[in-house]
């Protein structure tokens, strides 16, 4: 399996911002169609949001106008932008392909605080 390697999470108040990369440890790996997950404590993992090869994107109702997910082919990266943090939004974070082929890595851990 592939590794993806998730970074950018922390801890900031409600209302701020965090960036969340999402890398291949190979760079020989191309990351194009790729999903975020997030799974807080005593939840299932849930699915946050989802960009095509073709740059389409489709968001979880719960963190639709807030959240943003992008793609940087030079560094073969993808995104997820989030304003307007709520304390339900703190989970761990995941970025996946579609179909799980990496599979889970340890995420990045967000919190949100009141």
């Known amino acids: 399996q592939v590794q993806l390697v998730e970074s950018g999470g922390g801890l900031v108040q409600a209302g701020g911002s965090l960036r969340l990369s999402c890398v291949a440890s190979t760079r020989s790996i191309s990351i194009n169609a790729m999903n975020w997950y997030r799974q807080a404590p005593g939840k299932q993992r849930e699915w946050v949001a989802h960009?095509?090869?073709?740059?389409?994107?489709t968001y979880a109702n719960s963190v639709s106008s807030r959240f943003t997910i992008s793609r940087d082919n030079a560094k073969n990266t993808v995104y997820l932008q989030m304003n307007s943090l709520k304390p339900e939004d703190t989970a761990v974070y995941y970025c996946?392909?579609?179909?799980?082929?990496?599979?889970w890595g340890q995420g990045t851990q967000v919190t949100v605080s009141s």
């Open positions: 996946n392909f579609p179909g799980f082929p990496a599979g």
């Open positions: 960009i095509t090869s073709g740059g389409s994107t």
